[in-house]
Nanobody, 125 residues
C-alpha cells in the first residue's frame, strides 16, 4: 500500500489546516491508522490514531484541537487541526498498521508498517 499525505502548509497561530492521507494499492478500511509528527531535531511522536472500527486516540497535547477521521469509501484518513500553535510546526506523517483488524491501537511508530512521505506544517507566531 502507498500512503500520500497532503494538506500541509504555512498558517498563522490560531489557524486551521486539514491533512489528508490517501491510501492506494489496497484498502485500509480494516487497518488501524495513525498520524505522527517530527519537528526538527526531535523524535517522531504520536499525534492521533483511529482504529479500523473508528475508535480514536489522541496525544494529550492535541486533545480538543485536532480531530482524526476516516472515510473508508475514499480510502482516506484525515486530520483536522484547529487552534494551531507554533509548537505544532513539524512534518506530519500518516501510517498504517499492516495487521488486519488489530484489536490494540498503538501509539508507537514502530508498530506501524506503512508510511507516507509526510507533509510539512509550519505555524507562524
Amino acid at each position: 500500500v502507498q500512503l500520500q499525505a497532503s494538506g500541509g502548509g504555512l498558517v498563522q497561530a490560531g489557524g486551521s489546516l486539514r491533512l489528508s492521507c490517501a491510501a492506494s494499492g489496497r484498502t485500509v478500511s480494516n487497518n488501524n491508522m495513525g498520524w505522527f509528527r517530527q519537528a526538527p531535531g526531535k523524535e517522531r511522536e504520536f499525534v492521533a490514531a483511529i482504529s479500523w472500527s473508528s475508535i480514536i486516540y489522541y496525544a494529550e497535547f492535541v486533545k480538543g484541537r485536532f480531530t482524526i477521521s476516516r472515510d473508508n469509501a475514499k480510502n482516506t484518513v484525515y486530520l483536522q487541526m484547529n487552534s494551531l500553535k507554533p509548537e505544532d510546526t513539524a512534518v506530519y506523517y500518516c501510517a498504517a498498521d499492516v495487521v488486519w483488524r488489530r484489536s490494540v491501537v498503538s501509539v508507537q511508530p514502530i508498530s506501524y508498517d506503512w508510511w507516507g512521505k509526510g507533509t510539512l506544517v509550519t505555524v507562524s507566531s
